[in-house]
């Protein structure tokens, strides 16, 4: 089966002969790929959904894929132990929602070499979570599907921090990538940036203030990487 661009680009970043959990597997498309391509030796797929869960299970029997893949039921990565797999997926989730998975098993996601993170929001929060929590972004990249960006957020355990608070807005990362998407991505940002603005300046009262400074200023550092 095809795997959408955006399930594709998180895939590529798997190491070859990885043992991978994916944490929200779903429809289990991701784990079929990664073992029948021969890109990872076993995949430990698991779901907080029954249902999604079971859709993954008759998928892998269906495929004859169960030797390979271990389905298992649970909250994020707890599930998994500390050290039982070298890669771990957290893909098509809130960014909030990947920072609370991480914080609830800190010791199993310290303990993986690469930590596969594709937020479909908040990915600003996770940048600025990981590295508060002692994690690295070594790699970064950007796909998109339609009108839709995602960002995949390639960490690991270890010390970083950006220059400036925009680095967490598009990371230095990203932009080393010289992906033409990156500039799509901003000038995108720009205009959703620029409609709150306008909605601010419309209703204007005591709280709205600081959060209209604030993006005022996310449009300038947005124009001056643009070259406006
Ligand atoms: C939109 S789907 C994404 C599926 C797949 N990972 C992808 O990127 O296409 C989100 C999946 O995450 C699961 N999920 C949500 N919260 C979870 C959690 N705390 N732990 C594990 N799975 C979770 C949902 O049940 C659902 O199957």
Redesign the pocket.
């Known amino acids: 089966m095809n795997l959408s661009p955006r399930?594709k680009k998180i895939v590529d970043f798997v190491p070859n002969n990885s043992i991978v959990a994916?944490?929200?597997?779903?429809?289990g498309y991701?784990p079929k790929h990664l073992v029948d391509e021969g890109i990872s030796k076993r995949v430990i797929a698991?779901?907080?959904?029954k249902g999604?869960l079971q859709k993954t299970i008759d998928y892998i029997r269906e495929e004859n894929l169960e030797e390979d893949i271990q389905a298992r039921l649970g909250?994020?990565l707890e599930p998994i132990k500390p050290f039982e797999v070298d890669t771990a997926i957290v893909?098509?989730?809130g960014g909030i929602?990947i920072t609370e998975?991480l914080t609830r098993s800190m010791a199993t996601a310290k303990s993986v070499n690469t930590l596969i993170l594709?937020p479909m929001v908040g990915s600003v929060e996770l940048r600025r979570f990981l590295h508060e929590s002692g994690f690295m972004i070594v790699d970064e990249d950007l796909v998109r599907e339609g009108d839709k960006y995602y960002e995949i957020i390639v960490a690991k355990c270890g010390l970083q921090k950006f220059a400036s608070d925009f680095d967490y807005e598009i990371s230095p990362v990203l932009m080393k990538k010289k992906n033409p998407l990156t500039r799509e991505l901003i000038e995108n940002r720009l205009r959703i940036n620029e409609n709150i603005i306008d909605n601010l300046r419309d209703n204007p009262g005591e709280k709205s203030r600081d959060r209209l400074l604030e993006l005022e200023k996310i449009g300038r550092d947005y124009r001056e990487v643009l070259g406006r």
């Open positions: 399930l994916d944490i929200g597997t779903d429809h991701v698991t779901d907080i959904s999604s909250d994020g893909a098509g989730m929602l998975i594709q």
